[in-house]
Nanobody
Framework: QVQLVESGGGLVQAGGSLRLACAAS????????MGWFRQAPGKEREFVAA????????SYAASVKGRFTISKDNAKNTVYLQINSLKPEDTAVYYC???????????????WGQGTQVTVSS
């Protein structure tokens, strides 16, 4: 149905930047809106950002708004997450998800990537 593969994580100093990528494939991927979530050790997985392939809807968590930018390249079937001004509290495994918008909120479906580790040192 949908396969998602994240890449681009790594170790970076506070204040630095990373660009994460999520490559989507499968016959149904374009039917979903794409989202980014993250999970820090000992914490619940939290919403980061999402957008539709058409670009008609884009959303961010308040904690990342202004520093994170979600974008896409439809020709490459890839969604990106540009992360600027990284903080140590951004350290987490970042996951890509396929989901849907409902009532103005983004909900992931049961399609997730394997995750990519982002570690921010102080």
């Amino acid at each position: 149905q949908v396969q998602l593969v994240e890449s681009g994580g790594g170790l970076v100093q506070a204040g630095g930047s990373l660009r994460l990528a999520c490559a989507a494939s499968g016959r149904s991927f374009s039917s979903y809106a794409m989202g980014w979530f993250r999970q820090a050790p000992g914490k619940e997985r939290e919403f980061v950002a999402a957008m539709t392939w058409s670009g008609s809807m884009t959303s961010y968590a308040a904690s990342v708004k202004g520093r994170f930018t979600i974008s896409k390249d439809n020709a490459k079937n890839t969604v990106y997450l540009q992360i600027n001004s990284l903080k140590p509290e951004d350290t987490a495994v970042y996951y890509c998800a396929a989901g849907t918008y409902f009532g103005g909120s983004y909900y992931p479906s049961n399609y997730w990537g394997q995750g990519t580790q982002v570690t921010v040192s102080s």
